[in-house]
Nanobody, 114 residues
Framework: QVQLVESGGGLVQPGGSLRLSCVGS????????MGWYRQGLGKEVELVAE????????KYAESVKDRFTISRDNSKNTLYLQMDSLKSEDTATYYC???????RGQGTQVTVSS
C-alpha cells in the first residue's frame, strides 16, 4: 500500500531554515506529481508546493514563494522541502502527498518561535 513518511520537522527561530524529507513506498514514486501540504492550528489544509514527475514544473503558494524550495530525488523515492526565512506563521504540521489523491503521510511538526 502507499506509504509516505515525513521527517525533518522541529523547533526553529524566526529567520531560520529547515529541510523536510518524505520517503515514499508502495507505489511507483517517479511517475506521480507530488506536493507538500500544511495545516496550522485551527486552519484549513494548504498546498504550499508541488512538483512534476521530472523535478518540474514547480509551483508555490504565494505565502511561501521565494522562501521554500521543493525538489525530488526519484532514485531515492524522496521528496524534499527546503524552508528558508521561516516565519511564525509557517508553524504547522507539514504533510507530503500525491497530488490530486487522498494519500498523505502522517505529518511532521514545524514550529517557528523565538
Amino acid at each position: 500500500q502507499v506509504q509516505l513518511v515525513e521527517s525533518g520537522g522541529g523547533l526553529v527561530q524566526p529567520g531560520g531554515s529547515l529541510r523536510l524529507s518524505c520517503v515514499g513506498s508502495g507505489f511507483v514514486f517517479r511517475i506521480f506529481p507530488m506536493g507538500w501540504y500544511r495545516q496550522g492550528l485551527g486552519k484549513e489544509v494548504e498546498l504550499v508546493a508541488e512538483i512534476g514527475i521530472l523535478s518540474g514544473p514547480t509551483k508555490y503558494a504565494e505565502s511561501v514563494k521565494d522562501r521554500f524550495t521543493i525538489s525530488r530525488d526519484n532514485s531515492k523515492n524522496t521528496l524534499y522541502l527546503q524552508m528558508d526565512s521561516l516565519k511564525s506563521e509557517d508553524t504547522a504540521t507539514y504533510y507530503c502527498g500525491l497530488l490530486d489523491s487522498p494519500y498523505r503521510g502522517q505529518g511532521t511538526q514545524v514550529t517557528v518561535s523565538s
